[in-house]
């Protein structure tokens, strides 16, 4: 992942670099001083006082107002060299404390979530180690509650998972839990653990999260197993390359046809890709079908548990393979569990088919743009879209500005149009 620069860091070098000035001043002013004084000093007269008979003698005046006198004095100085160079010294050092501070504080909160991750809660059975995604049992029941079966249920990674979500909303799924399958773990959705244990499983997941590089291979990887498994080959196979190849001729056909139709476009790559990706939808242009057919694809992607497909959400029985003794195509409908499997029927995430999306979504490019930031918390989208709790993912990259942290994205611009294009039609 990467990382902005925090302000505390910008503000430590300028309180460092005013106090090493500050410290330097003092310095030379204490040189002067003593010099200063050194050439000034002189013997001091006393006047010889006679001590009465029931007296001690007490100090010569040479004695009490010489080597005396100037012990203390030393002795004053060197605690205000100490408090007046101690301070500042302490005061330098104090962002550094600050610093030290709050990393110490985020280790050991999630090191906490770790033990409540792996033991306490014990997130690892479903989610699997460190968060890399995993499966847990699950019984079916019909609308009427009665058993029809009980199922491997793929559990999502979670080490991606701040990619796609705030923690706010990470937050809203650990207090009230998802889909009836995730259980609420947090006191307001009648869960076990406290505010402040769940505190610590974010912690935990901030330190789990993996760099781009590592995101980007693995959501690639489904991709490429999906081409494969459609074309009937090895996912190193060229073949996959090929059409993948094929694919982006088919955008660029489009974008060149967007600019011919518009030459105002020229030189907005952002408007030609918006321009070509209407056309695409519409299926106006040749090789359409071939692009929604990456679109879905990429819907179905199956890679960490399903992780950064849509059909998880959309496509009720996907996440537990309700389609695979029916149709061997992507499409798999009539499985044994569910009558009729509907890619995009609506589950957890609502139906995308029979032009709904449509309706929702006036352009192509509207609908990518909600499928790249997500739903907010609270936030409506579309044209009668509700204001919801932000469970909707957003698939491009996320700032999150409290930690001053830009997480990567999960799917690429050119995968989520092929998405929008593919949705629109079914």
């Not at 009937?232 to 056909?253: F, K, P, T, Y």
């Not at 003794?325 to 029927?345: F, L």
């Amino acid at each position: 992942m990467m990382a902005t620069m925090p302000a505390a860091v910008l503000a430590a070098s300028t309180q460092r670099t005013i106090g090493f000035t500050i410290l330097a001043i003092v310095f030379i002013g204490f040189i002067v001083y003593v010099i200063i004084n050194s050439y000034a000093s002189r013997d001091e007269l006393g006047s010889e006082i006679e001590v009465a008979a029931n007296r001690k003698p007490y100090l010569e005046d040479t004695e009490l107002e010489g080597t005396k006198l100037d012990k203390s004095l030393i002795a004053g100085l060197a605690m205000l060299v100490v408090v007046g160079v101690g301070l500042p010294l302490y005061w330098l050092g104090e962002p550094g404390r600050q610093e030290g501070l709050v990393k110490n504080t985020d280790r050991i909160f999630a090191d906490r979530g770790g033990e409540l991750y792996e033991e306490g809660a014990d997130c690892q059975a479903c989610h699997g180690v460190e968060g890399a995604g995993g499966a847990t049992t699950y019984t079916i029941t019909d609308d009427q509650g009665n058993f029809v079966a009980t199922v491997a249920w793929s559990a999502p990674a979670l080490n991606t998972v701040l990619s796609r979500f705030s923690e706010d909303e990470v937050l809203h799924t650990l207090n009230y839990g998802r889909n009836n399958v995730m259980p609420a773990w947090g006191a307001p959705g009648g869960g076990p653990l406290t505010e402040q244990q769940l505190e610590y499983l974010i912690h935990y997941m901030r330190r789990i999260q993996v760099p781009a590089s590592e995101l980007r291979e693995s959501v690639d990887g489904g991709i490429r197993d999906g081409i494969a498994n459609h074309l009937g080959v090895d996912s190193d196979d060229s073949a996959v390359d090929e059409w993948l190849s094929a694919v982006d001729e088919v955008v660029n056909r489009a974008r060149s046809h967007a600019l011919a139709a518009d030459d105002s476009l020229e030189g907005d790559p952002e408007a030609i890709r918006v321009a070509g990706l209407e056309l695409l939808s519409a299926g106006a242009v040749e090789g359409s079908e071939l692009y929604w057919t990456y679109g879905e694809i990429v819907f179905n992607n199956e890679a960490a548990g399903g992780t950064y497909s849509c059909a998880r959400c959309h496509t009720y029985g996907w996440s537990f393979d309700a389609a695979i003794d029916g149709d061997d195509s992507i499409d798999g409908h009539a499985g044994p569990i569910i009558p009729e499997y509907r890619t995009g029927g609506g589950f957890f995430g609502p139906n995308l088919t029979a032009g709904t999306l449509l309706d929702q979504f006036e352009t192509a490019s509207g609908q990518a743009d909600f499928i790249s930031e997500g739903q907010s918390i609270g936030q409506t989208y579309g044209r009668g879209g509700s204001g919801g709790n932000g469970q909707m993912p957003g698939f491009g990259s996320r700032l999150d500005d409290d930690l001053g942290v830009i997480y990567p994205e999960t799917l690429t611009q050119d995968q989520i149009d092929a998405v929008v294009a593919f949705e629109r039609n079914l």
